[in-house]
T-cell receptor, first 113, second 111 residues
């Protein structure tokens, strides 16, 4: 049972435009969500997170939006840069002590110069 | 501060053999988690250790085991290797409720 889903395996965006990566979850107990970026031959690196008490969190070019009623979150990258080309994973967990992060299957973003 | 270190980076094993992977967390981090990454499956949670105790376990067979030492370093063992165990194994450490910090992984190939 895939509790965290990223339905788009890949995404191609022109440099300077907005990249929107989507993630859906099924477990209503999740209350903390994260995005990670992964380059080939490297481990995932933390990008941005959001708590369920918020609906938006922004950090520079990266903004994460959370729609709890739809159990949906998205990552917006504006403007997109070629260096953003990577695989992006969303992850979810509960902060009530499970210490277990559930990851999606990833979306490969290609930013075209 | 040094990041999460995983050794070895690459391993080639034969079916039926066993393998041990090592992970040194960021200094001060007491929680260590292990994940398996395969194409199309994302990162699958294996287990999580804190202060030498396994706090959480994913849905993997008993061939997959781990442990954590008093210095927070962790090892993961896979016995009776199968072809399907070929994957990138990632270790992550964290401090309290902070986000996971990942190592660069061990690429295991089973032939």
């Amino acid at each position: 049972d895939q509790q965290v889903k990223q339905n788009s395996p890949s995404l191609r965006v022109q440099e300077g435009r907005i990249s929107i990566l989507n993630c859906d979850y099924t477990n209503s107990m999740f209350d903390y969500f994260l995005w990670y970026k992964k380059y080939p031959a490297e481990g995932p690196t933390f990008l941005i997170s959001i708590s369920s008490i918020k609906d938006k969190n922004e950090d520079g070019r990266f903004t994460v939006f959370l729609n709890k009623s739809a159990k949906h979150l998205s990552l917006h990258i504006v403007p997109s840069q070629p260096g953003d080309s990577a695989v992006y994973f969303c992850a979810a967990t509960t902060t009530s002590g499970t210490y277990k992060y559930i990851f999606g299957t990833g979306t490969r973003l290609k930013v075209l110069a | 501060k040094a990041g999460v270190t995983q050794t070895p980076r690459y391993l080639i094993k034969t079916r039926g053999q066993q393998v041990t992977l090592s992970c040194s967390p960021i200094s001060g981090h007491r929680s260590v988690s292990w994940y398996q990454q395969t194409p199309g499956q994302g990162l699958q949670f294996l287990f999580e250790y804190f202060s030498e105790t396994q706090r959480n376990k994913g849905n993997f067979p008993g061939r997959f085991s781990g442990r954590q030492f008093s210095n927070s370093r962790s090892e993961m063992n896979v016995s009776t290797l199968e072809l399907g165990d070929s994957a990138l194994y990632l270790c992550a450490s964290s401090l309290g409720d902070s986000p996971l910090h990942f190592g660069n992984g061990t690429r295991l190939t089973v032939t």
